[in-house]
């Protein structure tokens, strides 16, 4: 068993004058199940990338184990998949592939397909058994569920559970409930790391924020007396500059000089304790305003007036000539929050493009509808794509190209845990989870009957999913949603319909 050791770790990117750490440690005992949270952009990836030497960390790290980032390329995806896998498990021999594809529920025949046939979540399970297959390596996993729907998330959750050690960063709950016994949390205050899995981890924030919102009140009744204290002290302070000329001291008193010096004394008195006290108020608003909550999110949905708000009648995307999922029929009411489910491949994102007139997206796809859709001809739209990549340019330039408020949009933005300096940064320049948000803000700026999001939570962190769910169940939207995170689709979903 050993340890990994961050002493004081500040590190910035090239270029940048931002930290991303400052002053870390940390000790990580590499026998431990460990799950990775904190806010986008708070340094999840970057410590992965530190800790694989894929960054320069200097001497503040001591790594005494071998790691390896997943995922990891792969060189020709057009080769046979048992191929890759052997490459990136040199070791291993046939027999032992086949087992650990088996304990993550892929079929063995995947083996002997091209890798490049394989869908995101058979990939990225193939790759894992080849991860845990290679001798004295210690797993850096980056968020590896976002390709997997619910039944892959579960099989790799008992598979991981069963393993030794690794660092997993994860924005999944159930998840992180299902296969991690420690929590490394990047928190507002630093890192924290706690024995026990997500719920653990979530109980015990929850008691810091009950203690910090009574320490609030508490500073908010002590900064109300230190200001009143202080305009008594100002008061006084004006009350002996005036006292110089002799206008408020007794007028038996005539030596003026004797007045004066006193005076002098008394001024400097009272302003010495004037600016304790106006400092003390300082220091008191100063942590107040560490321990202000962010002020909530809010929703723009529009009165659609009617019954029924969309019908779909036999729906199904064609791929080829070939129906992939059964017919759809489906009639959502104004107010409804619709989960689709089903496995990977079964025409969920299909669905929500044509609700969201994006047939222009299936161009090169060979991909058609069967069916009736109707839909109001003043339905108005807010739609989230899966995919958050295309986002090119500044936000200053995509606000102006968007129909929403720039300063709301920014606001949002700002809730969801953007630093400023990031609204200077290229669009494309942007983690795959701020690209998610910037999507999200523009949705949550949009006046809309129909909001569609398409996977909204893939790779937006766990911070940010309680508030998107406390501003769904707040403004009560209508909502045809994709979404394989668990925690969040029961919470939100009046109604789940499976493909």
Known sequence: MSAIEINHLTFAYEGSYHNIFEDLTLNLDTAWRLGLIGPNGRGKTTLLRLLSGEEDGGKALRVPVRCRYFPFPVRE????????????????EEWELLRETGRLGLDAEL???????????????AL??????????????????NHLDEAGRVQVAQYLKRQKGFLLVSHDRAFLDGCVDHVLALEKQGARIIAGDYSTWKREWEAA???????????KREVSKLKAAARRTADWSDKVERSKTGGEVNAAVKDRGHIGHMAAKMAKRSKALQNRRE??????EGLLQNLEEDQPLKLRPLTFQGTRLLTLKGVSPVYDGRAVCPPLDLTLVPGERVALTGPNGCGKSSILKLLAGEAGAFSGEKMAFAGELSVPARLKVSWVPQDASFLRGSLEEALEGWDVDPSLCLAILRKLGFERQQFEKDLSQLSAGQQKKVLLAKSLCEEAHLYLWDEPL?????????????????????????????MFREKIAT???EL
């Not at 924020?209 to 500073?219: D, F, Y």
């Not at 998107?468 to 009560?476: D, K, Q």
């Open 77 to 92: 995806p057009e080769r046979m998949t048992l191929d890759i896998l052997c490459e990136a498990a040199p070791r291993a």
């Open 279 to 284: 400092k003390a108020v300082e220091e008191k």
């Open 495 to 497: 109604r789940t319909v």
């Open 111 to 125: 083996l002997y397909r091209p890798f490049s046939t394989l869908s995101g979540g058979e990939r990225t399970r």
């Open 458 to 486: 893939n790779y937006v962190d766990l911070w940010s999913r309680r508030r998107l769910e406390e501003v769904l169940l707040e403004y009560r939207p209508t909502l045809v949603f994709v979404e394989h995170d668990r």
């Open 209 to 219: 924020n009950a203690r910090e919102g009574q320490r609030k009140e508490q500073l």
């Open 128 to 145: 894992l058994a080849a991860l845990f297959l290679e001798e004295g390596v210690y797993p850096l996993i980056d968020e590896p569920t």
